[in-house]
């Protein structure tokens, strides 16, 4: 079975300065690997993904995550938060066209 | 494409009550999942469907709940009998589906709360 470890529930941080949300999965078998964001009222929305290829991988809106198989690990980053960024943050993995399982949030307060 | 809808936003009720959610996927999507989410928790997989049919279920999808997708559109989810250990959002994804990963687009969830 696959399961998902967000070890950090809350990280407070000030505008400008990095940031890291750590994620560790667990499964026998190859999976694909997302971050999903939630932003205060709002639904789901899919950050960004690693399905194959290049490990590391970046969304539009400067978050980055790389894939690291020997360490079991998906850990998102972004070198310079803005207050839009406040939200919740969800690392998941999944079989394929399959359920989401999802780890238990990480809520990102950025602070002025 | 609209998104994925979910009505009703909010429901309150009462214990022992039988409450249903519906769920509207994008159209063309074929795959359509539900999903619960606690406070302080990640969602949770309920169930989902390839066009109308089930194709699995959660041991967490206890005998008082039931999902249905006929014609393979819109998607209900009941409740029978709530308990407050049912206060949750509700959330639905739809998907292309099929072959690789299709990217799931979540709705905007509803929440219950059972008193």
């Known amino acids: 079975a696959q399961s998902v470890t967000q070890l950090d529930s809350q990280v407070p941080v000030f505008e400008e300065a990095p940031v890291e949300l750590r994620c560790n999965y667990s499964?026998?078998?190859?999976?694909?690997l997302f971050w999903y964001v939630q932003y205060p009222n709002q639904g789901l929305q899919l950050l960004l993904k690693y399905l194959s290829g290049s490990t590391l991988v970046e969304s539009i809106n400067g978050f980055e995550a790389e894939f690291n198989k020997s360490q079991t690990s998906f850990h998102l980053r972004k070198p310079s938060v803005h207050i839009s960024d406040t939200a919740e943050y969800f690392c998941?993995?999944?079989?394929?066209?399959?359920?989401?399982?999802f780890g238990t949030g990480t809520r990102l307060q950025v602070f002025p | 494409d609209t998104g994925v809808s979910q009505d009703p936003r909010h429901k309150i009720t009462k214990r022992g009550q039988n409450v249903t959610f519906r769920c509207d996927p994008i159209?063309?999507?074929?795959?359509l999942y539900w999903y619960r989410q606690t406070l302080g928790q990640g969602p949770e997989f309920l169930t989902y469907?390839?066009?109308?049919?089930?194709?699995?279920k959660s041991r967490l999808l206890s005998d008082r709940f039931s999902a249905e997708r006929p014609k393979g559109s819109f998607s209900t989810l009941e409740i029978q009998r709530t308990e407050q250990g049912d206060s949750a959002m509700y959330l639905c994804a739809s998907s292309l589906g099929t072959g690789g990963f299709y990217e799931q687009y979540f709705g905007p969830g509803t929440r219950l709360t059972v008193t």
């Open positions: 499964s026998s078998v190859s999976v694909y």
């Open positions: 159209s063309e999507h074929n795959r």
């Open positions: 998941a993995v999944s079989l394929a066209t399959d359920k989401l399982i």
């Open positions: 469907f390839q066009n109308e049919a089930q194709l699995e």
